[in-house]
């Protein structure tokens, strides 16, 4: 494959994925990274904390400090021996968006801890501003760098999940699972454990779908993880009229079950299963390119983002 003459690493924007014949021409929200924010903002060329204005260091690795042919047979081999569990997790943080699988967690959390209503929607604020938080630095750095994904480095690679339409470092679902997992554990500490694993296995996911290299995830993960903490260092600075903290941590343990496993949806819908890219199921490989939309069309959700 061949390289950008302005980077030294294979470009999202320069090569098609396997089963196309162009580069993609219909990117996600490519200004998805100038979106306005609520605990971080980007000005004069640096990221800043909203409330203090210090400045942001986010210790993301630099894509050409990165060997992205190494990373490959990583995900060719797991495509090739997917296990039925690892499918069942692919699939089940693939669908929707990636904020579809957190917030009936944060639910589960509320209910079983018994949360009152104004906190439990503070709950829910942090965690859906710090969610978009990092939703937005993501696109800043995906669009920035412009990492090619797995199956344009290998125009045969046929993935589990469909490939999205943006490029592929660092990963959004594995950056969005890094936020909430801090974020949700400095609500409920006595959850701390499992909301790690949860955070773990949904950035795995994604190397299960065959759409992003182990270090999308890495990176990701540690990205979101940031941002968790730039947004939980906020909550503990607010007070009340009485200048008491207005948080008051879960730590004893009410002994749930967070799910998953079952890797069964709360919310079930009849997503769109249409897909442009080379994917493992037969059916999805020879259907016809569907035609364009206009922008203020409404398109019917995707399955797999």
Same mark, same amino acid.
């Given at each position: ?55 942001? $260091? ?14 490959? $047979? ?232």
């Amino acid at each position: 494959m061949s390289k950008s003459r302005k980077t030294n690493y294979p470009r999202w924007d320069e090569l098609p994925y396997a089963g196309e014949s162009r580069p993609v021409e219909n990117p996600e929200t490519p200004f998805a990274g100038s979106w306005t924010t609520y605990y971080i903002q980007y000005e004069d060329n640096k990221w800043v904390s909203t409330f203090t204005g210090e400045t942001i $260091p986010f210790q993301v690795r630099y894509p050409s400090t990165i060997d992205w042919y190494r990373e490959l $047979p990583i995900v060719q081999r797991t495509q090739r021996n997917l296990t039925r569990e690892q499918k069942a997790i692919a699939a089940y943080w693939g669908t929707g968006v990636a904020t579809k699988q957190w917030t009936p967690i944060a639910d589960q959390l509320i209910d079983a801890y018994g949360v009152e209503a104004p906190r439990g929607a503070r709950i829910l604020a942090a965690l859906h501003a710090g969610l978009n938080d990092a939703f937005v630095v993501t696109w800043f750095y995906k669009f920035k760098w412009l990492v090619a994904r797995p199956n344009q480095l290998d125009d045969q690679l046929a993935t589990f999940l469909c490939t999205p339409r943006h490029p592929s470092y660092p990963s959004g679902h594995a950056a969005v699972a890094g936020a909430a997992e801090v974020i949700l554990s400095y609500f409920f500490p006595a959850e701390r454990r499992r909301l790690h694993e949860l955070a773990e296995e949904a950035a795995q996911s994604r190397l299960y779908a065959g759409v992003h290299f182990p270090v999308d995830n890495e990176q990701g993960l540690r990205l979101g993880r940031q941002v968790g903490e730039l947004v939980t260092r906020q909550l503990q600075r607010d007070r009340d009229t009485e200048r008491r903290n207005i948080d008051i941590p879960y730590r004893n343990s009410e002994n749930i079950q967070l799910t998953p496993p079952p890797y069964e949806q709360v919310i079930p819908f009849d997503f769109d299963h249409a897909c442009d890219s080379l994917v493992t199921n037969q059916a999805n490989k020879k259907r016809k390119k569907k035609e364009s939309l206009p922008n203020n069309h409404a398109h019917r959700p995707k399955l797999f983002y």
